[in-house]
């Protein structure tokens, strides 16, 4: 057990909450989508085994990313997010051009070796630490319009204004997270509204040109003025309804069957038809710690860059689930965000992986910078202390 616990402090550092939710959600995202990929296995005649071992795979290579992101120096990235913003801009606009579609949405593209890759996650991510580092860098001056709001404005409406083109759902998100980085970061309340402005200008040309516009007011409309219940809200709707207080048990979702991608977009439903009540709200608490610890780590940093990098990306993580949950309890429109962790996808559980191990860097580097000042203090001590002359 002394060994177990000596591996763990040495190889997983950094907050410890954080880690053991993740393993939880892994865990649940394993057992959730075997028993959620039957209709997937039998539309491609291909064993739900092989599905499994598939997704199985891919929550190793996100854990994977967050143990390597997590080695890393958290002040290292504000130096390679800006490289991925003008990266992400090519491939965002090459998404839009040439988008592969899957699950009936454009947003993926083909890359060899690596299969189907969703360049918006990519994009957010260069995009929240990028705004971390100019805020964390501008604070002395952080009124000034020139040098502090209009670069900050030109990257936030340039990357969300090309995601929104593909994917609306996620460029909202990504709005309101820059948003609380902003306002956590000192901004004051009258150019929050420019961003709101740039935000809602975005919004308007992606709706109007993007390939998803159409899609979008359908939903929004349909969900104002609920004359028309969608097919998929309906299901997931009976699926919560059916699950009562501890669920149908694992394996013995109903809707799983009907429900279309319910091992992605709809995952939450087949938790609460098989968990019920109470796995639903386990879940829903798990994310709210993550939120709690992340935000934690962002009051403990002694830096502004890692205060405002942790608070952004634990937001954005946390958000998106609730955006999930929301739909499938009828809170919100149909969205297709998947849930963090949980639902079935390459790319989302890589780069959630990659923002889960950049916020343990940040509690990390503030726990390594307190031991470091506590043993510099111990020995400030030791040699101001007075010998004890000899007889």
Not at 244 to 265: A, V
Not at 271 to 298: D, F, N, P, Q, T
Not at 326 to 347: A, H, R
């Amino acid at each position: 057990m002394q060994k177990i616990k000596t591996w763990a402090d040495k190889n997983l550092q950094g907050d410890k909450v954080i880690w053991a939710v993740v393993f939880a959600l892994s865990l649940i995202s394993i057992l959730v989508v075997y028993s959620s990929i039957g209709t997937l296995a039998y539309k491609r005649t291909q064993s739900p085994e092989s599905f499994l071992l598939k997704h199985t795979f891919t929550v190793i290579v996100g854990l994977a990313a967050m143990w390597f992101a997590h080695r890393v120096d958290y002040r290292y990235y504000s130096k390679l997010s800006k490289i991925g913003l003008f990266v992400s801009i090519p491939l965002l606009i090459y998404t839009f051009t040439n988008g592969v579609s899957l699950n009936d949405a454009a947003r993926w593209i083909q890359v060899p070796i690596v299969g189907s890759f969703q360049p918006s996650d990519f994009a957010s991510l260069a995009l929240i630490v990028n705004l971390a580092s100019m805020l964390s860098k501008r604070q002395q001056n952080i009124d000034d319009i020139k040098e502090s709001l209009i670069p900050i404005l030109f990257w936030c409406g340039i990357i969300c204004g090309l995601i929104a083109l593909t994917n609306l759902s996620t460029a909202m998100l990504l709005l309101v997270t820059c948003m609380l980085i902003m306002f956590i970061g000192r901004v004051p309340t009258k150019y929050l509204a420019m961003l709101v402005f740039v935000g809602a200008l975005a919004g308007s040309l992606a709706i109007a040109f993007g390939v998803r516009g159409e899609t979008a007011k359908h939903r929004i409309q349909s969900f104002i003025d609920g004359s028309e219940l969608p097919f998929q809200a309906k299901h997931a709707r009976i699926a919560v309804a059916t699950g009562g207080l501890f669920g149908k048990g694992p394996g013995n979702s109903d809707q799983r069957n009907i429900l279309p991608h319910p091992y992605s977009d709809f995952v939450y439903a087949i938790v609460i038809e098989e968990y019920g009540m109470v796995g639903g709200i386990a879940v829903l608490g798990l994310y709210l710690l993550l939120l709690h610890r992340g935000m934690k780590a962002s009051y403990n940093s002694d830096r502004a860059f890692g205060g405002l990098l942790s608070a952004g990306l634990s937001f954005d993580l946390v958000c998106q689930a609730m955006v999930n949950m929301g739909v499938v309890v009828g809170l919100g429109p149909i969205t297709g965000q998947p849930l963090p962790l949980i639902s079935m996808g390459g790319t989302s559980m890589v780069f959630t992986g990659l923002s889960l191990g950049i916020i343990l860097s940040v509690s990390r580097g503030e726990q390594d910078q307190k031991w470091e000042q506590s043993t510099t203090d111990e020995s400030k001590e030791t040699k101001n202390m007075p010998t004890a002359k000899a007889a």
